[in-house]
């Protein structure tokens, strides 16, 4: 018995084991760690999208201009001109008296530099919080993309970071295009809410405006959709909002009077008592809600509104309604977002492909395995055992890392197996070599595995170092090119020098003194 | 089944003369080639996008031109069949018009009353990431190299690894010289063809270098000329049956893979045969011009083992307490 178990065999088998183990849940589709197939495999929409990380910093400088100016007020202090530029917030004092409360207000905000030239201020943020801003706006899209899609029901989408600012969506079983469009709606809007009063003082001309003018008064001028979707025009409100969507707690659709789907929201607690006192002062007045950009209602504000809570109607559809109640209820996108790169592929093409990929695959299985047999006979049987196993490592390794097989990895795989195929023939002729040389077949059998070892450890690490720095450096179809290569390699390494060196000593004593090296080695010796 | 009963001798050191001359002469029309036609980047690098449709019926492709030709953001728009009749890849490139559109409506609208269809992929690559790209795609290419580089040199001897290096970057620009000739897009399956090929490649060569430096150790000669024709004798059968083996894998892959990886299969199946021919007819013959000494390795050799035996000595000597 411990002649026909030793320590190759056991460790081929437990590989072997442990591949088919592993395997199965990926080839039948049973519970378990499976390979997730890319999505030119199965289909789907693959988006990579940029974040706009200059606007996260332009929006973070007018939060900060309105929390100034709150600040102020509180204080008593009068700022003049205050506003909030793309690189900073600049104010000045009227009263140089002021310049102290002032100072002790900025002293108390983190992550500023301020600059001051007698009464004018002129703040930005520092080197380190201008990275933290950019990282969180990251941070912030990846989860707030990822709250989104698990609402709107997709099955398994990935969010990924990838690089510094970029990120990679992918959406699998997206197959029409109105789905294309809606997700990617879904995706990237912004669903920044804001509300902000109407300027009523200058609006009356705010068709003859310019943009620079409405600057002047620290206005801004918004295009006004309107309650159904119609262009109202234009209106002209006060830059810096009272209230910002980060307040939010809640958004749901509802029903107005007329049974139009309408999304109201609600406001926490500080939400709830800014809006409240705004609309205190304001009676009279309007107030505009505004969606990314663009405003949506400006109703006039008949009392204070307590309880912080709204609603946005805007000619919705349900459908529209609902998606609009899931962005903003899994919160404002901190920048915008570009779609740099989109691939997107039919499911009837990721069909087509994996059929060819498997049919080159087994073909070229086939071919390899009959030629091996043909050629090395019972070495060669051993040979395919040992190849077997090494696509079975390859799946199993595959399914436990949760990698995914593309296009590119179906390559990778069809290749590894040429690669492996060449450990197997080192080996072969190297025992070849051992027994023409008159050894007998336990000596030709050591000799082959120390020579073929050697060769095959050195081209093998040669080409796992590549496969490494491939999947470091390289992107999407070269890093599942790497992925499988890679994978391979080491898989191969055991199979073929481990578990068929194994295998021969196992069955050695029954070989030692074989009169048949035809049988065995396919070779006749003269 | 054997090929090779015996094992014979040939001057691969003398065919490799005209090996060396046929590779300048190969590297020399791949660099005009470069030069003078140069590459058709795809979306991958360049930008862009590319739809592939197919038709239910024979795809209209004179219309579908016709139609793109005179649509503001299409001009410039490439139709061609792919794969089959009913089959049509479009690429457009990159137009500021349609960034930020979805295409995939723009063109289901356009294309409409061509025929029934459906579009089976559709890839837009942003300028900015092909830029990227490209500088990765180098990056890990370089790294790649310089790694096998180091690795070899500490295993062999530099020119060795120099030798190899050059027969690998020989193969790989010949393998894309070929790119060009056959009209492929330079797109990431090209990429990732090239950088399987450098590691098949330089593979191949190891293992010929593997049987060089074993000879060179156990034959006491001090004839390089002699020891590498018969290291690449020796290893002749394994090199064919290895090469043929990867041959016809990377063929089926090829008649069967289908368009869609092509950019992969096509440069693979070139490369495998330079790959192979490098290895046996350039790479050992370069060995040998850049200078390597066999005299001289074997003196560094033998200092090696005797310092070997010498550590050995005082180690049995510490354990026998002598020490």
Same mark, same amino acid.
């Given at each position: 018995?411990?002649?026909?178990?030793?320590?190759?065999?056991?460790?081929?088998?437990?590989?072997?084991?442990?591949?088919?183990?592993?395997?199965?849940?990926?080839?039948?589709?049973?519970?378990?760690?499976?390979?997730?197939?890319?999505?030119?495999?199965?289909?789907?929409?693959?988006?990579?999208?940029?974040?706009?990380?200059?606007?996260?910093?332009?929006?973070?400088?007018?939060?900060?201009?309105?929390?100034?100016?709150?600040?102020?007020?509180?204080?008593?202090?009068?700022?003049?001109?205050?506003?909030?530029?793309?690189?900073?917030?600049?104010?000045?004092?009227?009263?140089?008296?002021?310049?102290?409360?002032?100072?002790?207000?900025?002293?108390?905000?983190?992550?500023?530099?301020?600059?001051?030239?007698?009464?004018?201020?002129?703040?930005?943020?520092?080197?380190?919080?201008?990275?933290?801003?950019?990282?969180?706006?990251?941070?912030?899209?990846?989860?707030?993309?990822?709250?989104?899609?698990?609402?709107?029901?997709?099955?398994?989408?990935?969010?990924?970071?990838?690089?510094?600012?970029?990120?990679?969506?992918?959406?699998?079983?997206?197959?029409?295009?109105?789905?294309?469009?809606?997700?990617?709606?879904?995706?990237?809007?912004?669903?920044?809410?804001?509300?902000?009063?109407?300027?009523?003082?200058?609006?009356?001309?705010?068709?003859?405006?310019?943009?620079?003018?409405?600057?002047?008064?620290?206005?801004?001028?918004?295009?006004?959709?309107?309650?159904?979707?119609?262009?109202?025009?234009?209106?002209?409100?006060?830059?810096?909002?009272?209230?910002?969507?980060?307040?939010?707690?809640?958004?749901?659709?509802?029903?107005?009077?007329?049974?139009?789907?309408?999304?109201?929201?609600?406001?926490?607690?500080?939400?709830?008592?800014?809006?409240?006192?705004?609309?205190?002062?304001?009676?009279?007045?309007?107030?505009?809600?505004?969606?990314?950009?663009?405003?949506?209602?400006?109703?006039?504000?008949?009392?204070?509104?307590?309880?912080?809570?709204?609603?946005?109607?805007?000619?919705?559809?349900?459908?529209?309604?609902?998606?609009?109640?899931?962005?903003?209820?899994?919160?404002?996108?901190?920048?915008?977002?570009?779609?740099?790169?989109?691939?997107?592929?039919?499911?009837?093409?990721?069909?087509?492909?994996?059929?060819?990929?498997?049919?080159?695959?087994?073909?070229?299985?086939?071919?390899?395995?009959?030629?091996?047999?043909?050629y090395y006979s019972?070495a060669?049987?051993?040979?395919?055992?040992?190849?077997?196993?090494?696509?079975?490592?390859?799946?199993?390794?595959?399914?436990?890392?949760?990698?995914?097989?593309?296009?590119?990895?179906?390559?990778?795989?069809?290749?590894?197996?040429?690669?492996?195929?060449?450990?197997?023939?080192?080996?072969n002729e190297?025992l070849r070599e051992?027994l023409r040389?008159?050894?007998?077949?336990?000596?030709a059998?050591?000799?082959?595995?120390?020579?073929?070892?050697?060769?095959?450890?050195?081209?093998?690490?040669?080409?796992?170092?590549?496969?490494?720095?491939?999947?470091?450096?390289?992107?999407?179809?070269?890093?599942?090119?790497?992925?499988?290569?890679?994978?391979?390699?080491?898989?191969?390494?055991?199979?073929?020098?481990?578990?068929?060196?194994?295998?021969?000593?196992?069955?050695?004593?029954?070989?030692?003194?074989?009169?048949s090296l035809n049988f065995w080695f396919g070779i006749r010796k003269d | 089944m054997e090929?090779?009963k015996?094992?014979?001798?040939?001057?691969?050191?003398?065919?490799?003369?005209?090996?060396?001359?046929?590779?300048?002469? %190969?590297? @020399?029309?791949?660099? *005009?080639?470069?030069?003078?036609?140069? !590459?058709?980047?795809?979306?991958? =690098? &360049?930008?862009? #996008?590319?739809?592939?449709?197919?038709?239910?019926?024979?795809?209209?492709?004179?219309?579908?031109?016709?139609?793109?030709?005179?649509?503001?953001?299409?001009?410039?728009?490439?139709?061609?069949?792919?794969?089959?009749?009913?089959?049509?890849?479009?690429?457009?490139?990159?137009?500021?018009?349609?960034?930020?559109?979805?295409?995939?409506?723009?063109?289901?609208?356009?294309?409409?009353?061509?025929?029934?269809?459906?579009?089976?992929?559709?890839?837009?690559?942003?300028?900015?990431?092909?830029?990227?790209?490209?500088?990765?795609?180098?990056?890990? %290419?370089? @790294?790649?190299?310089? *790694?096998?580089?180091?690795?070899?040199? !500490?295993?062999?001897?530099?020119? =060795? &690894?120099?030798? #190899?290096?050059?027969?690998?970057?020989?193969?790989?620009?010949?393998?894309?010289?070929?790119?060009?000739?056959?009209?492929?897009?330079?797109?990431?399956?090209?990429?990732?063809?090239?950088?399987?090929?450098?590691?098949?490649?330089?593979?191949?060569?190891?293992?010929?270098?593997?049987?060089?430096?074993?000879?060179?150790?156990?034959?006491?000669?001090?004839?390089?000329?002699?020891?590498?024709?018969?290291?690449?004798?020796?290893?002749?059968?394994?090199?064919?049956?290895?090469?043929?083996?990867?041959?016809?894998?990377?063929?089926?892959?090829?008649?069967?893979?289908?368009?869609?990886?092509?950019?992969?299969?096509?440069?693979?199946?070139?490369?495998?045969?330079?790959?192979?021919?490098? #290895?046996?007819?350039?790479?050992?013959?370069?060995?040998?011009?850049?200078?390597?000494?066999?005299?001289?390795?074997?003196?560094?050799?033998?200092?090696?083992?005797?310092?070997?035996?010498?550590?050995?000595?005082?180690?049995?000597?510490?354990?026998?307490?002598?020490?």
């Open positions: 018995m411990k002649q026909v178990f030793n320590f190759r065999l056991i460790v081929f088998l437990c590989a072997a084991l442990f591949g088919i183990a592993f395997s199965i849940p990926s080839l039948f589709q049973t519970q378990g760690p499976r390979i997730s197939l890319g999505l030119d495999l199965q289909g789907g929409l693959n988006l990579l999208l940029e974040v706009k990380t200059e606007e996260a910093i332009k929006a973070k400088y007018a939060s900060l201009a309105s929390s100034i100016g709150f600040e102020a007020k509180q204080k008593q202090v009068i700022l003049d001109r205050l506003r909030a530029k793309e690189d900073g917030v600049v104010f000045d004092i009227i009263d140089s008296e002021d310049a102290k409360t002032i100072d002790m207000v900025l002293s108390k905000i983190n992550g500023i530099i301020t600059q001051k030239q007698e009464d004018s201020y002129n703040i930005v943020f520092d080197e380190k919080e201008i990275g933290e801003i950019e990282k969180n706006a990251v941070s912030q899209a990846i989860s707030t993309i990822r709250n989104r899609l698990d609402q709107f029901g997709l099955s398994e989408p990935s969010v990924t970071q990838q690089g510094k600012s970029n990120i990679l969506v992918e959406l699998p079983g997206i197959k029409t295009a109105e789905e294309e469009n809606r997700a990617r709606d879904l995706i990237a809007k912004s669903a920044h809410l804001q509300m902000m009063a109407v300027d009523e003082e200058h609006n009356a001309r705010v068709h003859t405006m310019s943009a620079l003018e409405a600057q002047k008064y620290g206005d801004v001028i918004l295009p006004f959709v309107g309650d159904d979707g119609q262009d109202f025009g234009k209106i002209l409100l006060k830059a810096i909002p009272i209230l910002d969507g980060d307040k939010l707690t809640d958004a749901r659709v509802a029903y107005d009077e007329n049974h139009q789907p309408v999304v109201s929201f609600s406001l926490d607690s500080q939400g709830a008592k800014i809006f409240g006192d705004f609309s205190g002062a304001n009676i009279g007045k309007r107030m505009a809600i505004v969606l990314d950009g663009k405003v949506y209602s400006a109703p006039v504000i008949r009392q204070r509104i307590g309880g912080g809570s709204g609603q946005i109607s805007g000619g919705f559809s349900v459908e529209q309604a609902s998606d609009l109640a899931i962005t903003l209820r899994s919160g404002a996108l901190p920048a915008p977002l570009e779609v740099i790169e989109k691939r997107s592929v039919g499911p009837s093409l990721g069909q087509d492909s994996i059929r060819a990929s498997a049919i080159a695959l087994i073909s070229g299985f086939v071919l390899v395995v009959g030629f091996m047999i043909v019972m060669g049987v051993i040979a395919t055992f040992a190849l077997v196993v090494n696509l079975f490592l390859i799946i199993a390794i595959m399914s436990i890392f949760g990698a995914t097989l593309t296009l590119p990895g179906m390559a990778g795989i069809v290749l590894t197996v040429g690669v492996a195929v060449d450990a197997n023939i080192i080996i190297r051992a040389a008159g050894e007998n077949v336990m000596r059998i050591q000799l082959g595995y120390a020579n073929a070892s050697r060769a095959i450890f050195d081209s093998n690490i040669t080409s796992l170092i590549a496969s490494v720095l491939l999947y470091a450096y390289g992107t999407g179809a070269i890093k599942g090119f790497a992925i499988t290569t890679g994978i391979g390699i080491i898989a191969s390494i055991i199979t073929a020098i481990i578990g068929t060196y194994g295998f021969y000593q196992a069955i050695l004593p029954k070989i030692a003194n074989t009169k | 090929i090779f015996k094992v014979k001798i040939f001057d691969f050191v003398a065919y490799s003369k005209y090996g060396l001359i046929v590779s300048v002469f %190969l590297t @020399l029309g791949a660099f *005009a080639l470069f030069f003078f036609k140069g !590459f058709t980047p795809g979306i991958d =690098f &360049a930008g862009g #996008s590319s739809a592939q449709i197919r038709y239910e019926e024979t795809a209209p492709i004179i219309e579908i031109r016709e139609i793109l030709d005179t649509t503001e953001g299409f001009k410039g728009s490439q139709v061609s069949e792919y794969g089959a009749k009913q089959e049509v890849q479009i690429k457009i490139p990159y137009n500021n018009l349609l960034s930020g559109k979805n295409l995939n409506v723009v063109l289901g609208d356009l294309l409409k009353d061509t025929g029934k269809f459906e579009i089976r992929k559709l890839d837009s690559v942003g300028p900015k990431v092909g830029n990227e790209l490209k500088q990765k795609g180098i990056l890990s %290419l370089v @790294l790649a190299t310089l *790694a096998m580089m180091l690795y070899v040199s !500490f295993r062999y001897e530099w020119r =060795f &690894a120099l030798a #190899s290096i050059v027969a690998l970057v020989h193969d790989v620009i010949i393998t894309a010289a070929f790119v060009i000739i056959f009209n492929i897009d330079l797109n990431l399956e090209v990429v990732a063809a090239l950088l399987t090929l450098i590691g098949y490649s330089i593979n191949d060569t190891i293992i010929i270098f593997d049987r060089i430096r074993e000879k060179m150790l156990s034959n006491k000669s001090n004839d390089i000329i002699e020891v590498i024709n018969e290291a690449i004798s020796h290893t002749l059968s394994r090199t064919l049956l290895t090469s043929l083996t990867v041959f016809f894998v990377v063929l089926t892959l090829y008649l069967f893979g289908g368009e869609n990886i092509i950019g992969f299969s096509l440069p693979m199946l070139i490369g495998v045969v330079f790959g192979t021919y490098s #290895s046996m007819f350039v790479a050992p013959k370069l060995a040998i011009l850049f200078g390597f000494n066999i005299q001289e390795y074997h003196e560094k050799e033998m200092k090696k083992a005797k310092k070997r035996e010498e550590k050995k000595r005082l180690r049995e000597m510490y354990e026998n307490g002598r020490v």
